[in-house]
């Protein structure tokens, strides 16, 4: 049965309803990727998260009476948890029977699913290990006091060092798979550029429609669904702008809100491609309610990804589900990104796409 779900996110005071009521439904979509199902969503205005369960005790006491009505089994909290607070939580939560998890292991756990390929699987396992490596101590730490004090050498010492160094030479090895996969990786780009391709990335907040342009533009067959992170994996393919000209056009994963930098650095190798591209199309969905602030979630982590000078066009997608009203305004709102307005459903505006591509990259003669 899937999980019964409550989504708890913790805010400060000066937080307006609109952003408040954004992050609890983006929280509610990973939910649904997850595969859970989500029985109540609550928010907690404090200054400062709660030291010990990061709840504070009355909104806890509350979770824990609602729970027990809704027969939920999960909360999620839309924040990351120092170790310590996830202790403390799921050793309250566990009387009822009910998991704890912060934003990070949802997110792990739809990577987890979404993962096919070995390189994705191998970058999920080092982000995973990351994840947990401080949580380890926290709960050493836990048992150390439980033991007898700070000082006191005993077994939850000896156990948390254990794990401590397996942790850290599974995070070794995850590395070292993982730069011989970054090796491989700047070979072939070394090859392409010796064979003279252009290359252009797809980018863009996840489901905007990034692998649905990948495919429309140069129909391969790639992974298409209607759910966040549906795309982990890096997919290249031959976009043919002439019977001179052709560009090699790469999609990987989506962007996300507070996407935490350990997940970012994980997926470095699968990145590469984003940074070493000479164009960027920045996918966005041109009916999104929140359409401001994740381009410039998209533009922060391109920023972080140090591409944030790299040419770009700004590909306003799914433009069949909007009215003309709308597509006046995104186009009069977003005049200075100039705007390109496409549908991977019925391919309006994607001749324009091209050609806006074909200017921005130098022609190449097509070797392949």
């Not at 999920?124 to 380890?136: T, Y």
């Not at 156990?159 to 590395?175: F, G, P, V, Y």
């Not at 944030?308 to 709308?326: A, C, M, W, Y």
Request: proline residues 4%; glycine residues 6%.
């Amino acid at each position: 049965m899937p999980p019964r779900a409550i989504l708890l996110d913790v805010i400060p005071p000066d937080m307006t309803p609109n952003v408040a009521s954004r992050r609890l439904t983006e929280l509610e979509s990973l939910t649904a990727t997850y595969g859970g199902i989500t029985v109540v969503k609550m928010i907690q205005k404090r200054s400062v998260p709660d030291y010990r369960t990061y709840v504070g005790s009355g909104k806890l006491q509350e979770l824990l009476r609602i729970a027990e009505t809704e027969r939920a089994d999960l909360l999620i909290i839309n924040n990351q948890l120092k170790p310590r607070q996830m202790y403390e939580l799921g050793e309250i939560l566990r009387k009822q029977k009910m998991a704890a998890w912060d934003r990070v292991d949802l997110i792990l756990k739809i990577f987890q699913k979404h993962a096919t390929t070995s390189e994705a699987k191998l970058q999920i396992k080092l982000a995973a290990v990351r994840h947990m490596g401080p949580r380890i101590f926290g709960m050493g730490m836990e048992m150390m006091q439980q033991a007898g004090g700070i000082g006191t050498r005993g077994i939850g010492e000896t156990n948390t060092e254990i794990m401590k160094r397996h942790l850290s030479d599974q995070e070794r090895q995850l590395k070292k798979q993982l730069d011989r996969v970054a090796r491989s990786r700047q070979e072939h780009r070394r090859s392409r550029d010796r064979q003279g391709f252009k290359t252009a990335s797809i980018v863009g907040y996840t489901n905007a429609g990034k692998s649905s342009l990948l495919r429309a533009l140069t129909k391969k067959g790639v992974y298409v669904a209607n759910e966040l992170f549906a795309t982990l994996d890096t997919r290249v393919a031959k976009l043919r702008l002439s019977d001179e000209q052709t560009v090699l056009l790469s999609d990987t994963i989506g962007f996300i809100q507070d996407l935490p930098p350990n997940l970012i650095s994980a997926f470095r190798s699968t990145l590469d491609e984003t940074i070493d591209a000479e164009l960027l199309l920045h996918v966005i969905d041109a009916g999104d309610e929140h359409i401001e602030e994740k381009i410039r979630e998209v533009d922060g982590i391109l920023d972080q990804l140090g591409v944030g000078e790299t040419p770009r066009l700004h590909v306003f997608n799914k433009i069949d589900l909007v009215s003309n009203e709308r597509r006046a305004e995104l186009k009069n709102t977003f005049a200075d990104r100039d705007p390109i307005f496409v549908s991977c459903i019925n391919g309006d505006g994607l001749d324009s796409l091209k050609r806006a591509i074909s200017k921005r990259i130098i022609p190449t003669s097509d070797v392949g």
